[in-house]
């Protein structure tokens, strides 16, 4: 869980950016998001080939379309 105490003569609006500057550092809103609804292991593992699909097609554009072995 993410915190933040009030420090002496900070104002709520330092305050709010700190805890939304730790919420982004802590992942804590794509957690959230990819645990919303469920996912079968089957869907997981498709979703993972798709990404590194578009991965491995980008790696290969900004080489320029060029292997490497």
């Not at 105490?5 to 809103?29: A, D, N």
């Not at 998001?33 to 996912?39: I, L, P, Q, S, T």
């Amino acid at each position: 869980m993410t915190t933040v105490e009030l420090r002496p003569g900070e104002s709520q609006e330092s305050l709010l950016r700190r805890f939304r500057k730790k919420v982004i550092r802590g992942r804590i809103l794509s957690t959230v998001k990819k645990k919303r609804y469920f996912v079968s292991k089957s869907e997981q593992r498709r979703r993972a080939r798709l990404k590194a699909v578009r991965r491995e097609k980008k790696r290969q554009r900004r080489n320029g379309g060029q292997y490497r072995w």
